[in-house]
């Protein structure tokens, strides 16, 4: 049988959520800047189909502007401390960017030394 094309579907979607206008705004970005475009990038531009796989990239990219601003926002004079939502942990928010490449290291340090759990087949 045929294969179903994006390109050949003519359904809008008809969410219009935070997800997929950022996606339209990044290839339309694109376009302006004078980039071609993939074949992906027009098929999604006629009609955006696969949502879930549109808001899986732009969670990724929200979370990687979270981080930026985060380890921007560490230079704060409030030093108050910061609690998750049942406040039982403190969170530092106050951490230069060393201290979490020190403690990502140490991380990793733990998890090499760990040994591995053979297969059983």
Do not use: W
């Not at 060393?98 to 759990?117: A, G, K, S, V, W």
Request: glycine letters at 4%; proline letters at 3%; charged letters at 25%.
């Amino acid at each position: 049988g045929v294969g179903h094309y994006a390109r050949n579907c003519t359904v809008r979607p008809r969410r219009r959520d935070a997800a997929y206008l950022q996606t339209q705004l990044l290839i339309a970005q694109k376009q302006e800047a004078g980039i071609q475009l993939q074949a992906e990038e027009y098929d999604l531009m006629a009609a955006a189909v696969d949502l879930d796989e549109i808001e899986e990239v732009n969670a990724n990219c929200i979370l990687m502007a979270n981080l930026q601003q985060a380890s921007t926002s560490g230079t704060q004079t409030d030093s108050a401390p910061v609690y998750d939502t049942d406040e039982s942990a403190e969170v530092h928010e106050n951490c230069d960017d060393n201290e979490i490449f020190n403690m990502l290291t140490q991380e990793e340090q733990y998890t090499e030394q760990l040994e591995p759990i053979p297969e059983s087949h």
